[in-house]
């Protein structure tokens, strides 16, 4: 049996900077009231025809490729997580596959929103563990923006979220001690709809339904979310979660050098940072800079805490996320 470890990083987000003072000027808000409310200040939207999912994907991606030392050709398979792929189907990982110019490797998508990139994590490290494959590239990216009701009808969703991606090169590693110890993945699928976007659905309202009715008030095709619900639920399984991790490997809080959670809210961060007595140094967030971006949270986060130094080998590094589904996850990492 083998352990993965992560053997690159990259991330990328677009360079159009929208700040909460620019979010006033189209709905009522003000920066005073998002701030109180999700810590962010600014976040990054894609201008269209520049960016898209995969190309932020694949741009992240070659960044980690290049830090790992691995050729684009040692890629054994390709885990994409997503909420919001360009197109309904084929997903986004057998884009990147063809934009990368990547051998004809398997690629898979994840679809667990906030989770995603944990749980791509462990489906990669799953496959490398077993010795099926040795290198595989990791990828969360979001474009939220073009989704968005950017109205104050909409605004209590609308100015949490951002545009970005960020990408992980995971390599076999022989010495057992080191890399991904484990990952713990759960649902609760009866809270599905309290954080959703129901159109385009199948078996909700489809494309034929949303233009038969033509109705301007119809919000189905916007997220929802159910903010103070979401909020009291993560709290609760980012705790849990997290010390799930911990006692599998026999692990403390007081061994914690680095967490990263899941950048959804920096109240909740804060939450889970007093909750378990962290200190700034050991809790790395980004969201006042770049707002929600999903799937992309995590693997943003955890590339700017690496370049900055604030993750050392020898490091206890733990992943942690809660979004919609319900669904939520952890990862502990021996850097």
């Known amino acids: 049996m083998y352990r993965s470890k992560i053997a690159g990083l990259g991330y990328y987000v677009p360079s159009n900077v929208v700040t909460n003072d620019d979010l006033s000027k189209i709905m009522d808000t003000n920066d005073a009231w998002i701030q109180e409310r999700t810590g962010i200040q600014e976040r990054r939207h894609i201008v269209r025809g520049e960016d898209t999912t995969t190309t932020m994907g694949v741009k992240a991606a070659k960044i980690a490729i290049e830090r790992s030392g691995i050729a684009k050709e040692d890629i054994d398979f390709v885990v994409f997580a997503t909420l919001s792929p360009e197109y309904y189907f084929p997903g986004p990982g057998v884009l990147v596959q063809r934009d990368l110019g990547l051998r004809t490797v398997g690629a898979l998508d994840v679809r667990n929103q906030c989770s995603g990139f944990v749980y791509a994590i462990s489906v990669a490290d799953q496959y490398i563990k077993t010795g099926m494959y040795k290198n595989i590239l990791v990828i ?21 979220f951002g545009d970005g991606a960020g990408a992980a090169i995971l390599s076999r590693e022989e010495d057992t001690s080191k890399g991904i110890l484990s990952t713990h993945l759960h649902s609760e699928g009866q809270h599905a709809e309290e954080l959703a976007l129901q159109a385009p659905g199948m078996g909700a309202r489809w494309v034929t339904d949303i233009i038969a009715d033509n109705d301007p008030n119809d919000e189905s095709y916007f997220p929802y979310m159910n903010g103070q619900f979401v909020f009291k639920n993560a709290v609760v399984r980012f705790a849990e979660v997290i010390n799930e991790g911990l006692e599998a490997n026999n692990l403390t809080v007081s061994d914690i050098d680095m967490l990263i959670p899941h950048q959804a809210n920096l109240r909740i961060s804060q939450f889970i940072q007093n909750k378990f007595k962290l200190t700034d140094d050991q809790v790395y967030n980004n969201i006042q800079k770049y707002g929600n971006t999903t799937a992309a949270s995590i693997p943003i986060a955890l590339t700017e805490a690496w370049e900055q130094g604030k993750i050392k080998e020898g490091d206890t590094v733990v992943l942690a996320a809660f979004g919609s589904g319900f669904t939520w996850a952890s990862a502990i990492i021996k850097w």
Do not use: A, C, K, P
């Open 140 to 160: 969360g990216s979001e474009v939220h923006s073009t989704g968005l009701d950017m109205t104050t009808r909409g605004r209590s969703v609308s100015v949490i």
